[in-house]
């Protein structure tokens, strides 16, 4: 007959709740270790909340240097394998909560283990420390536990650094994980980059960010991300001799790629994001790599994957993180049909994605789509040629800095840049039909234009006449010849032609002749150019007729 997993684990975790012995502690354990995904249902079915709280909390008194290290083992085993489940996890977090003070004296016992030459033993405790610090309350009692004793979470932390690079795969990835726990506490921070044993737990996650141990690699990409979230943390890996910083962005980025591996990739995710966000070095130090558009482009597929949500989202965070500053987003805009491609797989997957997924990735095809058009545009004259416009303030969907133009509909020219102020003073081109309007820039996009409002300004002096020259002399005549104003401001009248400051002939022409002038006498020749508003500055010559 076959045996039946469920109520064989049934029975052996009734008979330990009777007989919490040596002997049915193994056989349970045995029993678990096959069905180890079961052990938190049926241990918290078959008992009362009440009943599995006094076994569990049995179990952990009697783990100490009297009762032998497989005793010790098989507690740590069974009490870590219930935080497989979310409801186990919830019911030791409550168990330690409402029993610290108790449960105090187990840390340095578990301290011991660690330490123990048994591999097994090791790993077990290791598991039992992460499913305890995986709850605030058990990082509250590891504070508690270094408030009592200051060198216990400094010995904790050297221990667990020395473990990430165990020989047996299970004792790191255990380690590992407890100190990405502990990362979630402030004292935990604290303790791993303190000092100069501070310097070595960080380079010891840098390397271990290249472990053959994918375990490994996720919790302590997920470590060391927590920590250089921290200004202070973050400098103090750049300082680091042997180039840390580059050596984990590097790390990072070819976990980022690993096939197959979702849970890695997000952790990578995790690092680099944090990486870009702490410092505006970080995050050059990213963009500026030859791989930086194969790392954006990367980074876009993995937040575009509907088969690993969790994964999308971390790698959503880290893609806006890299658009957040105008390197990355320029480069990032270079992508060929890049915001298609966010906009196509959101409609898609509409029904499936988690409000912050999609919250996120909007909010990515906002950041590229250009300025909305200035609002309240108005105008008013203020002199002749002197306009003074308004318009609402833009906000800008992204890192770039934005500005307004004032531009002219009917020539499609900028008249005036008022820099980022929703609001200029500014003058106007004489005898001029302007239909104005305002439109914000940004270095890589600009608005549709405002409302515009239409002005025509009145008649100006025109420039003065260019190019005048004398053509000839002769005894008793001057001949002058000029080219038109660069600006007539309205309609040329014509041009007045003065000799010693005296009006002496008007024009229509583009030549004059002074005549009946004496022989060989100098003269102070003037020509202007004049139109209804006035004459144009005068060009003087100063010419001599010939001699006989």
Known sequence: MLSDPVSELREGVLRLAGDPGP????????????????????????????????????????????????????????????????????????????????????????????????????????????????????????????????????????????????????????????????????????????????????????????????????????????????????????????????????????????????????????????????????????????????????????????????????ATLFYRAMCSSKFGFLLARKAPKMVRRIESFVQAYDARLPDANKSELNDIISMFQPPAAPGSFSLQMTAEFEARAKWDKVTANNCLPLSYHVIDLVTDTVVHDAGDRPGATFTLAPFTHFKLAVRAVTEADQSPPSSSVSVRTPESPPTEPMDVRVLATTFTEIWLNWAPPAFPNGVLRGYKLFKDDVLDGITHEQSYTFSHLTPGAPYALHVCAYNSAGPSRSVALSCSTQLK
């Open 23 to 314: 002997d049915t502690l193994e056989a349970v354990v045995a029993l678990a270790q096959r069905s180890r995904s079961i052990l938190p249902d049926i241990m918290l079915t078959v008992l009362d909340p009440a009943a599995a709280g006094t076994l569990v909390l049995q179990l952990l008194s009697n783990i100490d240097t009297h009762h032998t290290p497989r005793w010790c083992g098989n507690v740590c085993f069974l009490v870590s394998a219930l935080t497989d489940e979310p409801r186990g996890s919830a019911f030791l977090a409550s168990l330690v909560s409402e029993n610290a003070a108790s449960l105090q004296r187990l840390l340095p016992e578990l301290l011991s283990l660690i330490t123990a030459n048994d591999t097994e033993l090791c790993m077990n405790a290791c598991g039992l420390l992460s499913a305890i610090v995986e709850s605030e309350s058990g990082r509250g009692l590891v504070s508690a536990g270094a408030a009592h004793d200051r060198h216990f979470l400094g010995s904790l932390i050297s221990i667990l650094t020395l473990l990430l690079g165990a020989k047996d795969a299970n004792v790191a990835t255990n380690a590992s994980l407890v100190l990405a726990h502990l990362t979630l506490s402030p004292d935990g921070c604290q303790g791993m980059t303190r000092g100069e044993e501070g310097e070595a737990v960080l380079k010891a996650l840098v390397r271990a960010l290249t472990s053959k141990v994918t375990g490994v690699k996720q919790n302590c990409a997920f470590c060391l991300g927590r920590l250089v979230a921290i200004p202070r943390v973050f400098n103090a890996v750049q300082s680091l001799p042997d180039n840390q910083l580059e050596k984990a962005m590097q790390a990072g980025i070819k976990m980022l790629n690993s096939k197959g591996s979702p849970e890695l990739s997000r952790s990578a995710c995790f690092l680099l994001m944090h990486m870009c966000n702490t410092s505006p070095s970080g995050h050059l130090a990213l963009m500026k790599r030859l791989d930086a558009p194969v790392l954006l482009f990367n980074t876009l597929n993995l937040a575009l994957q509907a088969d690993s949500l969790d994964l999308s989202w971390m």
